[in-house]
Nanobody, 124 residues
Framework: QVQLVESGGGLVEAGDSLRLSCVVS????????MGWFRQATGKEREFVAG????????AVADSVKGRFTISRDNAKNTVYLQMNSLKLEDTAVYYC?????????????????WGQGTQVTVSS
């Protein structure tokens, strides 16, 4: 079993930055591709960013491209989501996700493990 614990959410103003962290325990961290999803009130959950098990490959959704960056520190069993130039529409609960990696690809769907979520609220 894999446990994911997110932190770093909060209330910020438009244009500010936040960094979300997700600490993973329970299995070998480097065996897992990681990612972030988000869900705004009344909307479907959507993919935000993903990173391969080694960290060599990343992908972000078009809606956050140029503003959000995903990274991982395999020595700390931690994945990060750096969010810059935050917009009102970035307000959502952000979930850290993990999936056992069978190749070097970034995974955008079908994750097996989910964290409890951390709230990000962007105000004007």
């Amino acid at each position: 079993q894999v446990q994911l614990v997110e932190s770093g959410g909060g209330l910020v103003e438009a244009g500010d930055s936040l960094r979300l962290s997700c600490v993973v325990s329970g299995r070998t961290f480097t065996s897992y591709a990681m990612g972030w999803f988000r869900q705004a009130t009344g909307k479907e959950r959507e993919f935000v960013a993903g990173i391969s098990y080694s960290g060599a490959r990343t992908a972000v959704a078009d809606s956050v491209k140029g503003r959000f960056t995903i990274s991982r520190d395999n020595a700390k069993n931690t994945v990060y989501l750096q969010m810059n130039s935050l917009k009102l529409e970035d307000t959502a609960v952000y979930y850290c996700v993990a999936k056992y990696a069978v190749n070097r690809a970034v995974i955008t769907t079908g994750y097996d493990y989910w964290g409890q979520g951390t709230q990000v609220t962007v105000s004007s």
